[in-house]
């Protein structure tokens, strides 16, 4: 157990809605990191918060947003879903930005089936 | 564009014999690698690093090795056992200008038989 944690651990929704993915970080840390994990595809980068400001940036699309709160959890909104969107989207945590050895603490994951 | 690449998808060793996991990135600006393991259904878990000041660290039976010059990481697992059979994944951190976000490569995946 990572101490992250991610709900919901599946979801499954229609072409065009719109999706919450939420994230809890391990206790203490300050940083939250979001990545994709598509079908054949290493885990894709999308986007950095650090107590509650946005840090780093990937490859994260326009209709993607992310934010962290004061209790410093997170959320991935995800709009006008696409077929392609389905794919594993994982929350990580790190003690700060700095990443210190660079370990990042995953969460199991939310995997989005659009249909 | 995929900076960090691990070109094998798959790989299968014997039990007790070396499990030999290689990486390739293409930017000079990582200063930082990683390896991460991945069992089905969770959630990537930490397995080893290596700073880029260094070209080997080691850690029980796994030991990383970088080459800078050639860009290329490799993750050594002697004995394999049948538990190390998951999904491995190479990551690269830019640093603090990146935040610190990792980059990470497609994975292998390494079966160890019995």
């Known amino acids: 157990d990572s101490g992250v944690t991610q709900t919901p651990k599946h979801l499954i929704t229609a072409t065009g809605q719109r999706v919450t993915l939420r994230c809890s970080p391990r206790s203490g840390d300050l940083s939250v990191y979001w990545y994709q994990q598509s079908l054949d595809q290493g885990l894709q980068f999308l986007i950095q918060y650090y107590n509650g400001e946005e840090r780093a940036k990937g490859n994260i699309l326009e209709r993607f947003s992310a934010q962290q709160f004061p209790d410093l959890h997170s959320e991935l909104n995800l709009s006008s879903l696409e077929l392609g969107d389905s794919a594993l989207y994982f929350c990580?945590?790190?003690?700060?930005?700095?990443?210190?050895?660079?370990?990042?603490?995953f969460g199991e994951g939310s995997r989005l089936t659009v249909l | 564009d995929q900076q960090v690449k691990q070109n094998s998808p798959s790989l299968s060793v014997q039990e007790g014999r070396i499990s030999i996991l290689n990486c390739d990135y293409t930017n000079s600006m990582f200063d930082y690698f990683l390896w991460y393991k991945k069992y089905p259904a969770e959630g990537p878990t930490f397995l080893i690093s290596?700073?880029?000041?260094?070209d080997k660290n080691e850690d029980g039976r796994f030991t990383v090795f970088l080459n800078k010059s050639a860009k290329h990481l490799s993750l050594h697992i002697v004995p394999s056992q049948p538990g190390d059979s998951a999904v491995y994944f190479c990551?690269?951190?830019?640093?603090?200008?990146?935040?610190?976000?990792?980059?990470f490569g497609k994975g292998t995946s390494l079966l160890v038989t019995p």
């Open positions: 990580a945590s790190s003690v700060g930005a700095t990443g210190d050895t660079g370990e990042l603490f």
């Open positions: 990551a690269a951190s830019g640093g603090y200008y990146s935040g610190y976000a990792l980059n």
């Open positions: 290596i700073s880029s000041i260094k």
